[in-house]
């Protein structure tokens, strides 16, 4: 098992949520995802988390606290975002095609 760790987007060794990830997970590139699905199960605050280019597509992130998070770059394809908190998070060059963004908060998100 790894630790796939979610950190803040200003301080790298701020630690926001852990999750142990198998091998298999972590070569399919799905870890992240793992991680943060398992910490909006928990309800973790996410808010200002490193989330650069991560593979996040099919992503149960419903309600979920991203403000001013770092999603540039991110695979959101499909992603279930409803009534998350969106706000100042950095959603440049994202894919977001058939994400459900019913009811997200999104003021100042940087697109």
Known sequence: MHTVKIVSRWNSAK?????????ERLASGL????????????????ADAY??????????????NLARANLAGANLAD???AD??????NLAGAYLADANL????LAGAKW
């Open 15 to 23: 630690v926001l949520f852990e999750h142990e990830a198998t091998e």
């Open 31 to 46: 870890a992240m995802r793992d991680a943060l699905e398992a910490a909006c199960a928990a309800g973790a605050y996410l």
């Open 51 to 64: 989330l650069a280019d991560a593979n996040l597509a099919d992503a149960n992130l419903a309600g979920a």
């Open 79 to 81: 992603a279930y975002l």
């Open 84 to 89: 998350a908190n969106l706000a100042g998070a």
């Open 102 to 105: 019913a009811g997200a908060y």
